[in-house]
């Protein structure tokens, strides 16, 4: 029996594992010490279970467990990787490399560090949504200490070049960071082979709690030093400060080995699952276009433009189905999705995006109420959509003069 | 995004969505907005010419729940209006009407814009038609 509404808005966050659930409920009250007292029992549980998950994590990336630091998700990770590289490595270099579609936890915070001299490119993408390493290479200089570019789009589920990315970077000698946010647990990760010096999770993008991330830190070759965004008790070897949050990083360990497990089932499940929304919406309407490669794609990831419908108005007629859109008014800034417009998509086509996120509770019975409701929204928002009008009378829609005085 | 029942009723069940044929004298098309701005409206009236009332209106909308709702109550209230009575209908009529929220008044004024565009376009084709219509009684005689 189909459940309404249908969750797939698996890149905004994941419902919590039943398993995870269970691994961290004694730490709320049972085992509650603080993982920094070392003094009696409580504290040695504590950190025992926190080095479990340490562990645990290290492992579904191929690092170290001391390469492991605890934060409080993805966000705070970027920051202290791209701002504890600029304040450290300020004596060698004042330039960072990034991309125009990362999340705004990278690009915000370059943002603040060019308003404190330090100079940022933004690196361009192709229409397939990933960087030209030619484009990379050219961009390094004398003074450049960092890239920092994302594995996978939380937008458009695209997985930029990586590996290729890390053997320039550790040619020229300049640090990597990755916000890996999205690919983490989805996809094979691992810190050796993608020559990535820093990397940024969360626990809540692969079916963990909530409030809870790391920030992988390389420790050898090269060992990546970071200025400490946050000062006090010189936790997590000093740096970022804070208790730990126990029951949170257990939790975390545990998605981290379910992920690890279960990867090969689950990627194979998803990607039939969203090929299959693809084909059914394919077979159903004209005119709509899957925003970025399909190749170089995480397997639980589509994003597709409706064309000449309204993101909203769509969003509207499948209020049963959570997923979201790059459609301006759904945000607050009144701007369609810049991730959309970086590739070259129309500002027509980024409004009429719909991002789907598949997981691990995704039904094949849920995959198709979704693809045939969008096919009878879509067709019915045509029906009386002006633009697809035009466009079927043969008026090209992008040389036409539009009325807009006074908007 | 909460809607107001009249929005969604608007939205599911949108009164008098279609196109009238542009090319007749009696009927005035306003087509407002533009694809970038996320919203295009085109409203249609078709007037009788005995009577100078709004016998019928149409409209197509590509935009919100709001856009659609704001264009689908402009068509029902322009039906049985003159001229003159629909260049009076005001946008905040509208936002009343529907209880739009203020990030949505845009849309209001939109469906006023296109109601003023539609009307428009009628009176610019009467007054080039009524001069044809002049020449060709002069011919006749």
Redesign the interface.
Known sequence: MLKLPIYMDYHATTPVDPRVVEAMLPYFTEHFGNAASRNHPFGWEAEEAVETGRKRIAELIGASPKEIVFTSGATESDNLAIKGVAEMYREKGNHIITCVTEHKAVIDTCKRLEKNGYRVTYLPVQKDGRISLDELKAAIGDKTILITIMTANNEIGVLQPIAEIGAIAKEKGILFHTDAVQAVGKVPFNVNELKVDMASISAHKMYGPKGVGALYVRRRNPRVLLAAQIDGGGHERGMRSGTLNVPGIVGFGKAAELCRTEMAADTARLRALRDRLNDRLHKGLDEIYVNGSIEHRLPHSLNVSFA??????LL??INDVAVSSG????SASLE?SYVLKALGA???LA?SSIRFGLGRWTTEEEVDYVADKLVNVVTRLR???????LAKEGVD?STMQ???E?? | ?A?SNKVIDH?EN?RN?G?LPKEDPNVGTG????????????LQVKVNPETGIIDDAK???????S??ASSSLATEWLKGKTVDEALAIKNTDIVTELSLPPVKI?CS??AE?AIK?AIGDYKKKQSIESKPAAATTLNAG
């Open positions: 000449y419908v309204e993101g909203e108005s509207m007629g459609s301006a008014c759904t369609p129309g500002d027509d409004h029906e009386m959509s002006p633009l697809y009008e829609l539009w009325q807009t006074g908007h | 995004m809607y939205y949108p969505v196109s087509l407002v907005g533009a694809p970038e701005c996320g919203d295009v409206m085109k409209f197509k909308t590509f935009g919100c729940g856009a659609i845009h004024v939109l814009d565009a």
